[in-house]
């Protein structure tokens, strides 16, 4: 069976729902089309002791402000996935699920979706699945060898699971300082990064982030010098739990190993760290796989776009994989000013 429609949305986390808002509010018709058993997107599956870095006001999807969570200043992912559930019965949001997307292929003035239920044909489509499925792990020497658990960020839970064990925590970004700082006061820790870990200012949030990816954004789009962006400020936002454990000189950071041994690590100096676990915070890849059809991926596996708009192929829409789909476009608040752009640019390419 074969359905219809003007606008094929895959993905129903935080950056559908966004594309969602704009295509409803232009008129168009469209669906969602959405893996997940229940709302909520990636954050359903984060780890319990997550924390946004901005106040809910500032980490809101266009249309409507986050509401705050009680007795907290930075809202936790389970207030984001409550809140993702809310906004989509809000704004009565069609989405199909689960629905689990195969493949897109050109059909003529469409582009069909093929998905485990039937097939959809859209004259558009905004692919929107991120990066949470997608966790990469890095080509280090003896990875096979290590006898012990090894877990990507994907996995983790909460510390209670690695209580009294000894864990290696690999990565330098904001996953890696967080579940570092989770597993500080009852395991023993090791904490390994690429370079020295640098933490932002302690008042400097979410909020500071956003303006600073604009300010690059608009920079590079006018010719002028690149400001740096976020990379400039710092890789680390120091949300509370950070700020406590690195101030009890909890969170010390060693450089990155040289390989791992049957049960531990070991540096190039010959030094030696025994572990019964490695978890690997070591970021993600965007989900393509379903686009792989259209032939449109580079060398590199990316797929070269202006704006949201696929180069080679406009009728295609890549949402919320980062600053590359526009700038801090990962985020909740920041995905709303391309999914704005992206449903005006598929008006115009439907009128």
């Known amino acids: 069976m074969t359905s219809r429609t003007q606008v094929v949305v895959i993905g129903g986390g935080q950056a559908g729902l966004a594309a969602g808002y704009h295509l409803r509010r232009l008129g168009l018709d469209f669906v969602i089309l959405d893996a997940q058993t229940e709302p909520g997107g990636a954050w359903q599956h984060a780890w319990d002791s997550l924390r946004l870095f901005s106040p809910a006001a500032y980490s809101s999807l266009p249309g409507w402000f986050m509401p705050p969570q009680v007795g907290e200043e930075y809202p936790d992912a389970a207030h984001v996935v409550q809140y993702l559930r809310d906004y989509e019965k809000r704004y009565e949001l069609p989405v199909e699920r689960p629905v689990r997307v195969i493949g897109v292929h050109r059909d003529g003035v ?24 997608r966790p990469f792990l890095p080509a280090v020497p003896g990875r096979a060898a290590f006898e012990g658990r090894q877990l990507h960020t994907v996995e983790y ?36 990064t690429q370079r020295p870990p640098r933490f932002l200012a302690d008042d400097i949030d979410g909020r500071a982030l956003f303006d600073a990816a604009t300010a690059r954004r608009r920079a590079l789009d006018e010719g002028r010098t690149d400001t740096g962006g976020v990379a400039s400020l710092g890789d680390i936002v120091a949300v509370p739990p950070v700020r406590e454990a690195r101030d009890a000189g909890l969170l010390k950071a060693s450089p990155m190993f040289a390989r791992l041994e049957r049960d531990g690590v070991a540096w190039a100096d010959g030094t030696r760290t025994p572990a019964d ?75």
Do not use: K
């Open 110 to 133: 469409f582009l069909r979706v093929e998905t485990d239920s039937g097939a959809w044909q859209g004259r558009a489509v905004i692919s929107a699945t991120g990066t949470w499925w």
């Open 277 to 351: 676990t490695v978890i690997w915070c070591t970021g993600f890849r965007p989900a393509l796989s379903h686009l792989a059809p259209l032939g449109l991926r580079g060398r590199r596996g990316h797929i070269a776009t202006a704006g949201t708009r696929s180069s080679e192929e406009p009728r295609l829409h890549l949402l919320g994989y980062g600053d590359w789909t526009g700038p801090a476009s990962a985020t909740l608040i920041g995905v709303g000013r391309p999914a704005r752009d992206t449903a005006r640019d598929i008006a115009g390419l439907l009128a």
């Open 157 to 192: 839970t909460r510390p209670q699971d690695f209580a009294g064990r000894r864990v290696i925590v690999v990565g330098g970004g904001n996953s890696g300082a967080q579940i570092a700082a989770d597993l500080a006061y009852d395991t023993e820790l090791t904490w390994v």
